[in-house]
């Protein structure tokens, strides 16, 4: 399973959703999203954006861990 670490990583850089939204060209509303683990249908160019913004790698936003048996 997917494991979402973008706030993290927004709390790293000390950049806030709004400043990743305005950086990246995403909406507010696409970023929260992203925040809250809603990766479903994620484009590869909505994840180039957001590592564009941060300076990072993919990894650095979702992580993979194993299901919770």
């Known amino acids: 399973m997917m494991k979402p670490a973008l706030e993290e990583t927004l ?3 000390g950049m806030t959703a709004d400043a990743l939204a305005e950086a990246s060209g995403l909406s507010p509303e696409a970023v929260r999203r992203l925040c809250s ?9 909505t994840l180039g954006a957001v590592c564009g913004a941060l300076e ?3 990894g650095d ?3 993979w861990a194993p299901d919770s048996e």
């Not at 683990?37 to 160019?45: E, M, P, Q, T």
């Open 37 to 45: 683990g809603d990766y479903a249908n994620i484009r590869v160019s």
């Open 56 to 58: 990072c790698q993919p």
């Open 11 to 13: 709390a790293k850089a």
């Open 61 to 63: 936003i979702l992580r």
